[in-house]
């Protein structure tokens, strides 16, 4: 319970008991949870889309489905995007790049690359409430997104020279957690939702292979910016046209 409830105040805002004493330790233990978590926010994505879908434009819903996240989450991985957006758009080299993501200020690459994921996800929420089902999407998005941290934290070095909570993680957290996240595959029934496993290890690869010949491995900020591309990728697929 304790690594669920270490899981849950890493990667949101929502208030848990005694989230002050959990250590870095206490985080690297609780990946396998990952996916849980995500499955958790979809969830509630999913609840606030089937409560307002019928009353309300399928834009609006889509813009608060954003907006319910960016609460539940803190803006996050937003962060992480933009700072990935504006290293390696601005970047010569390693040390310039790890320097400009440092740098909380949003610069023209961060700024462009928040327009286009936030359109990206407007248009495709808009979409899927479009559909008769809509839920094994909205809540398998998320968790997704956060099993793609599993795959890169078990697969690829850590960037920096000073030590992270990334490198607590590791290839025992991913198997629970690729068992997690498949049982709730399996139990959608869906066959875009394996689909969607596809393109998430795929998209999580390319990332990996770019991070590891830029800076030479991963950082907190490129796993956000790569969870944020596989949120997105994975609605893409439940909506794309076979």
Partial sequence: MKSLLAALAFLTRIPVPGASTFDAEDVARSAAWFPLVG??????YALLAVL??????????AALLILTDVLLTGALHF????????????????EDILRIMRDHAIGSYGGVALVLIVALKLTAYAALLNQTNCVPALILAPA????SV???TATVPYARPTGSVVQGMGKRSLFWGTGLLLSSVV??????AWAATAT????????????KRRIQGITGDTLGANLQLCETVSLLTFLWKW
């Fill in 200 to 211: 998430v290890i795929l998209a999580s690869a390319a990332s990996g292979f770019y991070c």
């Fill in 79 to 94: 962060d992480g995007l933009a700072d990935t957006a504006d290293g390696f758009g601005g970047g010569r080299n390693k």
């Fill in 52 to 61: 307002l879908r019928n009353h309300l434009p399928g834009g609006l819903v």
């Fill in 144 to 147: 997704f997104g956060r099993w």
């Fill in 39 to 44: 499955l958790m926010l979809g969830g509630v």
């Fill in 187 to 192: 139990v959608a029934m869906s066959v875009r």
């Fill in 150 to 152: 599993l795959l890169l």
